[in-house]
């Protein structure tokens, strides 16, 4: 039997180190190659690090939060064969934290030998899943994890068939075959204990984010409501009239457009704000980042120069890069360059919010839900379909007439939708 200390690959796209996200596997377990062993998060792609080898988990580097090196060992498997001494002898000049974890034994060490025979030869074809543990936080994947919040389902009640206990998809799955659902909360039944989350990966960059963001800008907010009766004809109209291949349009390509062409008359709101060198960057073209929540964290996406787009053009982007964010496929020239943000909270409703600058930006416009409403239009009750904005504005350089007069502009364009393609 040898040591195999595995370093961390060159992710690519010049990336030199990666915080660890999440360990697929623990000390002890039995791994095959090409199994899922790490996942680390390097910009706001996360990669999946699959194992080199087969063999059995001696030594992991690094917890989650951690950030490793690229070239850095991560991981030690002990192996069937010599493993890889230079590795071990390069490990010093890798970076990697532990001294201990590396240091190869003069004389083998026959226990941990036998260890693992019985177990590879004892396993079945098919995972037996390992029973529920009472206490202990189950293993499972961030996917895994929503998955269950949505479906109300206690991971503490389901048994995982996955290395060392590792609750899966199709454990869930099976689970949820079964009618197996949260416990709910009855009279006299108390629930206790609580559960601890690192933040880190995605979720610990978002906090950064919104911290210095806050914390740093002065923001103001502006909420305005819109009739999009017209708008919500004319968008019927186009999706039953549109041709084979034309995504179906919502409201957010028409947003897009008129954000586009107001944006274009109010610069000071299509711009960055460089605190560190008091300088503000007002950009001809409009990037819109949407603001797209996945199963991994809150991503935004941007779609370039809306300014040259149809609304046609403006649906089909924006379904290209949010589908690519979604599916975890998106590249870092999709996910970076917005001069402006929207965020959308229609699905679920509300009648306000003050939403984050995403800095450097200046702006960021909120939409919600669109719902038909009684207003009063020329001295008669008549039934409307409405629509809120929310915005927040850098209230450093975008003076609060500045802010109204583009949400006012935005308002005009889609009340009156003819004129977003005049």
């Known amino acids: 039997m040898g040591i195999y200390a595995f370093k961390l690959p060159d992710i690519g796209e010049g ?10 596997v623990a000390v002890g377990d039995v791994v095959k190659e090409d199994q899922p062993i790490l996942s ?19 030594q992991r580097v690094g917890e989650v939060g951690d950030i490793l090196p690229v070239g850095g060992i991560c991981i030690e498997f002990e192996v069937e064969g010599d493993g890889n001494a230079s590795a071990l002898a ?21 226990a941990p030998e036998a260890a693992p025979a019985p177990v590879v030869e004892a396993a079945p074809p098919a ?8 206490g202990l936080r189950p293993l499972a994947s961030p996917a895994v994890r929503q998955r269950a919040r949505e479906s109300g ?9 996955g290395p060392a206990g590792r609750i899966t998809h199709a454990d869930l799955d099976a689970h949820l075959a079964g009618g197996g659902t949260a416990p709910v909360s009855r009279i006299g039944m108390k629930r206790t204990g609580t559960e601890e989350i690192k933040v880190a990966g995605l979720r610990k960059r978002i906090a950064e984010g919104m911290t210095a963001s806050y914390t740093t800008i002065p923001h103001f907010s502006y909420f305005e409501e ?37 944006l274009g008359e109010h610069p000071v709101c299509n711009a960055h704000y460089h605190d560190d060198r008091m300088t503000v960057v007002r950009h001809h073209g409009v990037h819109l980042g949407i603001a797209t929540q996945t199963e991994r964290g809150l991503y935004v996406p941007v779609v370039k120069h809306v300014e040259a787009l149809d609304v046609w ?32 909270l229609g699905a679920m409703g509300g009648l306000g919010a003050t939403p984050i600058i995403n800095k450097p930006e200046v702006g960021i416009l909120g939409v919600h839900k669109a719902v038909e409403r009684p207003m009063v239009m020329d001295g008669r009750i008549e039934i409307r379909r409405m629509m809120n904005l929310s915005s927040s504005f850098d209230h450093r350089v975008v003076d609060g007439w500045d802010g109204a007069m583009l949400v006012q502009r935005l308002k005009a364009l889609l009340e009156h939708p003819a004129t977003l393609f005049m």
């Not at 990336?15 to 697929?24: A, F």
């Open 40 to 58: 680390v998060m390097t910009d706001k792609a996360t990669v999946e690090i699959p194992s080199p080898v087969n063999g059995t988990v001696l």
């Open 127 to 134: 995972p037996t899943p390992s029973p529920v543990v009472p």
């Open 226 to 262: 819109v009739d999009v009766t017209a708008l919500e004809a004319l968008r019927q109209h186009l999706n039953a009239t549109r041709a084979e291949g034309q995504p179906k349009l919502t409201f957010l390509p028409f947003i897009m457009l008129g954000l586009s062409k107001a």
């Open 153 to 161: 389902v206690d991971l503490a009640r389901v048994a995982g068939s």
């Open 313 to 344: 053009g403006a649906a089909s982007a924006m379904a290209e890069v949010v589908g690519a964010t979604r599916n975890g496929s998106a590249t870092s020239e999709q996910l970076s360059g917005s001069t402006f943000t929207i965020t959308s």
């Open 15 to 24: 990336v030199v180190e990666g915080e660890v996200v999440e360990w697929m």
């Open 90 to 110: 390069d490990h010093n000049t890798a970076g990697a934290p532990t001294e201990e974890a590396v240091t190869p034994e003069p004389t083998p060490e026959p």
